[in-house]
């Protein structure tokens, strides 16, 4: 690509950026208006919406102090009605009860193992679990299973009825039953911040930084956040304006491995020969996507397999189209491409070298490979601009390959390639130090260093920026702008609006309905019925369609 033709568009993901900026303005300038007419109950729900966009759509803005002080200010209404949230029990030091709260559950997802691992790890203690966007959806049975285990309860804030307010004002009382509250939450979630704001007595918070990357609300909550890795704390710090005392770690909790092959039985399995070298990458297909006309990863790796005609690349998130049909066809089919897999261990026992995707890293795959032993490779040109972008961890980052440019990161993967001792080497010493920070009572010691820091903290006056947040359009704001759009998760404010509808009250969602969605019928259920009716209705409907089901068998037979 030409210098001209970078620079066009890096020009043009600026005013992406910018019209993204403009974008959230109008929203949050609604969320002014609401305040204003003193309707509370409309702003707790387009700060919801201001704070989605944000986080679909990078603005340069990393925090807003108006959301943040219409969040305090919706929690104060809270308060005055329900009568406070002070403790019905002592508060126990040990913290022994511990209220676990999340957006929503997923069968598949990160931060929903980090919660269920949590648990099985701390099993002195009693854990509960408060989800308030559930809806009727089933919380996964791993999950279910170790809230059991740990002596809790699971809590459905959205089933109880109500609006925003009323969830918030449910797990204000409720979380007065508990030592200590750990937040795992979507980034626009408001129920815990109306929840907890203003501070008033209450257990200490610590919520878990997941979303690091985005746009995220209610940073005035947490008496510490628990980052999962120093990129991340660095970025709390540097643009969100949180004190650095605040900034813990809690690594990312990897459960053990357990080979059913070996590396020999794996390539083979593979279609290999024990002389063949098995590298691996896996990930997403976004993060392999070339976000300003950077060499492709395809290109970045094809000279490698060329000169090496004993290494085998298996590619597993991506289908063979775009780079990887021409990465297939010039390797003479030694970059093989498997598509999206539910299981990918196979791949990881085979890999002598685990390749970092590029331009966005995969954390968890590199931290996985590590643990099966293979040396992990990163290119990461733009580790000082963006260092989130790439993959760090605690007493780990050290132990990965990392390539600031792109001779270098060619030349270190062939050199490993030909040197089986070398990568034999990197890769015992990455199998320790993943294992050293990322299971079991290691990895416990994090989280125990969060119990005594949140304790400490919530006791303190912590002293907060309360400037006004500045708008950037550094090298990170501009590639995670670009970097939303490649993902296809760009959302404008109408979509966004959308699928918040039910969270308003019923004067602006037929408000909505009318100006802005020209009273289009399909949306007329939604607009019609909050969102735990909704739900309601569609469990009901479930649950009937279920029944007929059955009867329909029953008769047949």
């Known amino acids: 690509m030409s210098t001209d033709t970078h620079i066009q568009e890096v020009r043009f993901s600026t005013e992406n950026l910018a019209k993204h900026l403009c974008e959230f303005q109008k929203l949050t300038s609604k969320v002014e208006t609401c305040v204003r007419r003193n309707h509370l109950a409309a702003a707790a729900a387009y700060t919801q919406v201001a704070a989605n966009y944000a986080s679909w759509n990078h603005t340069g803005v990393w925090r807003s102090e108006l959301l943040e002080n219409t969040l305090a200010l919706v929690g104060s209404s809270i308060s005055s009605v329900s009568g406070g949230s002070k403790r019905t029990t002592a508060r126990n030091c040990n913290h022994r009860r511990i209220l676990h709260v999340m957006t929503e559950a997923y069968g598949v997802g990160g931060h ?3 919660v269920w691992r949590w648990m099985e790890m701390d099993s002195t203690r009693a854990h509960s679990l408060a989800l308030t966007s559930q809806g009727r959806r089933d919380v996964p049975a791993p999950l279910a299973k170790s809230v059991a285990a740990a002596g809790g309860e699971l809590y459905y804030l959205d089933r109880q009825g109500g609006g925003l307010q009323s969830h918030a004002r449910h797990l204000r009382q409720l ?12 980034p626009f979630d408001v129920v815990p911040a109306l929840a907890f704001l203003p501070k008033e007595e209450r257990a200490p918070i610590i919520q878990v930084n997941h979303s690091d990357h985005l746009f995220w609300i209610g940073q005035s909550v947490p008496d510490v956040v628990a980052n999962i890795r120093e990129s991340g704390r660095e970025l709390a710090i540097t643009l969100r304006g949180l004190p650095a005392e605040q900034n813990g770690i809690i690594p990312i909790p990897l459960g053990t491995i357990q080979r059913k092959r070996s590396r020999s039985e794996a390539k083979k399995q593979l279609g290999l020969d024990e002389n063949q070298v098995a590298l691996c990458t896996i990930a997403t297909k976004y993060k392999f996507e070339p976000i300003f006309g950077e060499v492709p990863f395809v290109d970045c790796v094809l000279p490698v397999l060329k000169e090496h005609r004993n290494a085998v690349l298996f590619v597993v998130g991506p289908n063979a189209s775009g780079q990887w049909e021409k990465g297939v066809l010039h390797s003479e089919g030694r970059m093989r491409v498997c598509g999206s897999l539910p299981d990918p261990s196979l791949y990881f026992e085979a890999a002598d070298i685990y390749l970092d995707p590029f331009p966005v890293g995969s954390l968890t795959s590199a931290l996985e490979a590590g643990l099966y032993g293979a040396p992990v490779v990163c290119y990461c040109p733009f580790i000082r601009e963006a260092a989130v972008l790439s993959p760090d961890s605690p007493g780990v980052s050290s132990e990965m390959v990392r390539c600031f440019d792109l001779e270098k990161y060619r030349r270190t993967l062939g050199d490993l390639i030909v040197d089986e001792a070398r990568r034999t080497s990197i890769g015992k010493r990455m199998q320790v130090s993943v294992s050293a920070s990322h299971i079991g009572v290691n990895w416990f010691g994090f989280v125990e260093d969060a119990y005594a820091q949140a304790t400490k903290e919530s006791s303190a ?10 708008v950037r359009a550094e090298i990170l704001d501009i590639r995670l702008s670009e970097l939303h759009e490649k993902e296809g998760e760009h ?7 959308r699928y918040h509808i039910g969270t308003f009250p019923l004067s602006y969602r037929l408000r909505l309905w009318i100006t802005l969605f020209h009273g289009r019928l399909t949306l007329l259920p939604r607009v019609l019925m909050p969102e735990w009716a909704r739900d309601s209705v569609r469990g009901f409907l479930r649950r009937c369609a279920s029944r007929f089901s059955r009867l329909k068998l029953r008769n047949s037979i």
């Open 112 to 114: 929903t193992r980090f």
């Open 491 to 497: 959302r404008d404010s109408n979509e966004v609006i």
């Open 175 to 186: 979380a007065g039953d508990f030592d200590l509250i750990v937040l795992h939450l979507h």
């Open 461 to 470: 006056s912590v002293q907060r920026s309360s400037s006004a947040a500045p």
